[in-house]
């Protein structure tokens, strides 16, 4: 007790009765019923727990997901095709195309900046 103040017990209005016939239905709380000190935490609008499913489960389920998602990477590595096995090659190695010789080349490391 906090002077004289009487502290309910810890329960997440989350686990309280929804169809109950409350005084605030979003809160799920009566009128006068005193508040608990943590009721920053154990409110309907504080980070929701979730129930539906036990630890173990949810690690089996997680690491199904993982083994799916490198399965199939494997798959489509296997099947993707490759590069093919020579690179193209052009006649005169696209000299002209590129410029030739008298063309104005970009600059390398060490040339001028002027």
Known sequence: M???YVNPPA???QFR???AD???PQERRNYGEPVHEDNDVLAIFSPYEYTHTKPGKGALQLLAFV???FGLVG???LVYPDRPSAPREFP???EEELGGVGAVRARKAGDPYD
Do not use: F
């Open 2 to 4: 906090n002077g004289g």
């Open 11 to 13: 329960q997440k209005r």
């Open 17 to 19: 009765d929804p169809y």
């Open 22 to 24: 409350w005084w605030d």
């Open 67 to 69: 083994a799916t998602v």
């Open 75 to 77: 798959v489509v590595r």
């Open 92 to 94: 005169g190695g696209l």
